[in-house]
């Protein structure tokens, strides 16, 4: 079955320093993979995602992740924190064991950013 | 107005209530999904219908009763809750459930904010 596991529940950096947010993943299956985030009081919205084209995946607002079969990864990363970053960020494979439109989400990772 | 709107944004109920939440999608989507957010855990499916079809229902108890009248809508009715019940419920949609993940992508509203007294 497929599963995702984020292994930070919160994260706090300075503006304008690297963000890191890991993710790694199970899979049976060729995944799906996505990130989504949420802002207070706000619904979730989709930073970007990964079906099996370029394994660097550019996303909104200067995030990218990268696809690494061999360590079961797919880690969130922006160079540059902005204080709008501040939010919850999800990572999410789709259970394609099953059917391709079930999302399994992660627990959330919370990203703080301090001035 | 755009997206995937829902009403109530908070509600309070206590447990003898009769109450219903609303989502409107504005996309053209066929396929629509209730989530349920509780802290600290991840976000659960509920129910999932496409084409006005219920096509998954996640062991969900009977307190919870989704109503999807075209696919442009989609309620959730709630009677006699429990205080576990208590969560932020998201409404999603997209554009068809049987699509794989690389063929779509699912469109949330802001959420209903539900307190269980």
């Known amino acids: 079955a497929q599963s995702v596991t984020q292994l930070d529940s919160h994260v706090s950096v300075s503006e304008g320093t690297p963000v890191l947010l890991r993710c790694n993943y199970s899979s049976s299956y060729s995944p799906s993979l996505f990130w989504y985030v949420q802002h207070p009081n706000k619904g979730l919205q989709l930073l970007l995602k990964y079906t099996s084209a370029a394994t660097l995946v550019k996303g909104i607002n200067g995030f990218e992740a990268e696809f690494k079969k061999s360590e079961t990864s797919f880690h969130l990363t922006k160079p540059s924190a902005h204080m709008s970053d501040a939010a919850e960020y999800f990572c999410v494979v789709s259970d394609q064991e099953n059917q391709g439109g079930k999302l399994i989400f992660g627990q959330g990772t919370e990203l703080s950013v301090k001035p | 107005e755009t997206g995937v709107t829902q009403t109530p944004r908070h509600l309070v109920m206590g447990m003898t209530n009769k109450k219903s939440l609303k989502c409107e999608q504005h996309?053209?989507?066929?396929?629509m999904y209730w989530y349920k957010q509780s802290a600290k855990k991840p976000l659960e499916l509920m129910f999932v219908?496409?084409?006005?079809?219920?096509?998954e229902n996640n062991s969900v108890p009977s307190r919870f009763s989704p109503e999807c009248p075209n696919s442009s809508h989609l309620f959730l009715h709630l009677h006699t809750l429990q205080p576990e019940d208590s969560a932020l419920y998201l409404c999603a949609s997209s554009q068809d459930f049987r699509l794989t993940a690389a063929s779509y992508e699912q469109y949330f509203g802001p959420g209903t904010r539900l307190t269980v007294t």
């Open positions: 996309l053209g989507h066929n396929a």
């Open positions: 219908y496409n084409f006005k079809e219920q096509t």
